[in-house]
């Protein structure tokens, strides 16, 4: 991700440079110097960019609060779950009426 990455998703988001460095537990003075590409952004940076778009996605009910990773992630979850041609179940026993039940519905 780089400086230019960082301002569209703030933007996207709708929140303040403050409200961004705040998230992250940056002063912000040195959030500014990582969108204007003068710091580095960490790994904690990325989760904690991460975990920001997660909630605004949760919230707002949008998936294109999620950092573009994790969109992707997810978008390739989706595709792979639409392939499963046969319903993932794993049981160790049952017996019973609730099995008989559950047995009838895969059926």
């Not at 301002?7 to 002063?27: C, H, I, K, Y």
């Not at 392939?83 to 026993?93: D, F, G, K």
């Amino acid at each position: 991700m780089n400086a230019n990455d960082l301002v569209a998703m703030r933007l996207n988001w709708g929140l303040s440079q403050e409200t961004l460095a705040d998230r992250l537990g940056l002063p912000p003075q040195a959030y500014v110097e990582m969108e204007k590409g003068e710091r580095p952004l960490k790994k904690s940076h990325l989760l904690a960019l991460e975990e920001v778009g997660i909630d605004l996605c949760l919230i707002k009910r949008d998936i294109s609060m999620l950092i573009p990773q994790i969109r992707s992630a997810i978008n390739y979850l989706a595709e792979i779950a639409a392939q499963q041609v046969t319903p993932v179940l794993h049981v160790e026993a049952g017996e019973g009426p609730a099995w008989a039940a559950a047995q009838n519905k895969l059926q």
